[in-house]
Structures are given as C-alpha cells and as structure tokens.
C-alpha cells in the first residue's frame, strides 16, 4: 500500500490559454503576447472544472499571457497572483516571432541524443537549454514545495518550460506540441524530489 505523505505540497503546472500567435504557428518564448478571446474562454472554463480545489496560493509567469490567465482562474478566489521571471517561457532570440515549423528540424535532431545530450542541446547561440530552463524552475518549485508543506498551489507558467520538466522526470519523449493551451500536471513534491500525479492535455511523442 502507497503511504500517503500530508506534508507534500500539491502542484498545478497550467499552460496558459490561447494567443494570436498560438493560432497563428508562431514561436513565442518570451515576447509578451496576450491572450485572444478563445485564450479567455479557455482560461474561464478550466477555472470552472477546478472551482472545488482549494487553492492556497497562485504564480504565474510574469509574461501577461501566463498572468491573465491565471487572474482568471483566480477570479472568484480572493487570491493575489503572484509573478517571477522563473516561469517564464524559453528564451528564443531571433527565432521569436517566425514561423515554429522552422524549428521542427531542431526538435527531431534532439529526440535523437541522449538523455544527457538532450538536457544541453543548443541549436544556435540565443536559445535557452532545457538544463538551464529546468534549473530555473525546479529551483523556484522546490521553495514552493518548502514554504507550502501540505498545501495546494496553482501555477501557470508556457508549454516550452512545461515540456522541458517533463522530459527531465520522464523517460518519455514529449516534442514541441506536446503541452496544449491550458494543459496542466498535477505533481506533489517534498521540496526535493516530484511525483506525477495526473496530466491533462499532454501527449507524448511517438520518437
């Protein structure tokens, strides 16, 4: 029998909704678009299936699609969004902006190496590594983790930094369109280590 643990924090790791450039195929990572009204819609409705949990605090990306999104799951909760450069999206540089099938030739080398490989692949000069991606965001995790022992946070954050994690606990491959708009992993964690708990709107690779 699993021995349940109350002092694990629980984590919800939310994709934010849908933006023009989403719609649109465009790379993202850290230029701030908003969300367009599908993105709202999406939004509302994942805050409406999560109306029962009780949720103890909420972060968010400090990109205002990530922000937006999560001031409206927290509409009804009296909670203030709290927003860190930790959550935010991978740093693409001068890809930002042009069409993501240009990066599709990148993704496919990299589901090719190794696990090590995989973390530290750089396939030009101005893109953040998965290593450095998930070395922001477990260390922000984890002092969640510790703060919040037995209680449950709601966090938003992008599909690129989501899917880096991922890869990270996973065995499992997960490639670019993996993590959809407002998808989300529910973890628990003792502020070391992370326990997959349920994923909804991911999909795995069939590299």
């Known amino acids: 029998m699993t021995q349940v643990n109350n002092n694990y924090c629980t984590l919800y790791l939310i994709r934010h909704g849908q933006t023009d450039w989403n719609a649109k195929g465009l ?15 999406q939004a509302q409705t994942l805050g409406e299936s999560l109306k029962n949990i009780k949720f103890n605090a909420m972060f968010s990306s400090d990109l205002i699609r990530a922000k937006r999104t999560a001031e409206i799951i927290a509409l009804e909760r009296k909670l203030a969004i709290k927003t860190t450069e930790a959550l ?8 930002e902006g042009k069409n993501e099938q240009l990066l599709q030739k990148y993704y496919k080398a990299w589901a090719t190496l190794s696990r090590k490989e995989r973390a530290a692949f750089k ?16 260390i ?33 491959i997960y490639l670019d369109g993996a993590i959809s708009n407002m998808a989300y992993i529910k973890l628990e964690s003792d502020g070391v280590d992370f326990f997959i708990k349920e994923m909804k709107g991911v999909k795995k690779s069939n590299a």
Not at 123 to 132: A, V
Not at 145 to 169: D, E, M
Request: net charge negative; hydrophobic share 35%.
């Open 123 to 138: 396939p030009f000069p101005d893109y953040e590594t998965n290593e450095e991606l998930i070395s922001r965001l477990i």
């Open 27 to 41: 790379t993202q990572g850290q230029t701030d678009i908003p969300l367009n009204s599908e993105g709202i819609k």
């Open 140 to 172: 922000f995790l984890r002092e969640i983790a510790v703060a919040y022992p037995g209680k449950t946070i709601l966090i938003v954050s992008h599909g690129g930094i989501i899917r880096a994690f991922l890869n990270h606990l996973s065995e499992e």
């Open 88 to 95: 935010r999206e991978r740093w693409y540089g001068e890809q």
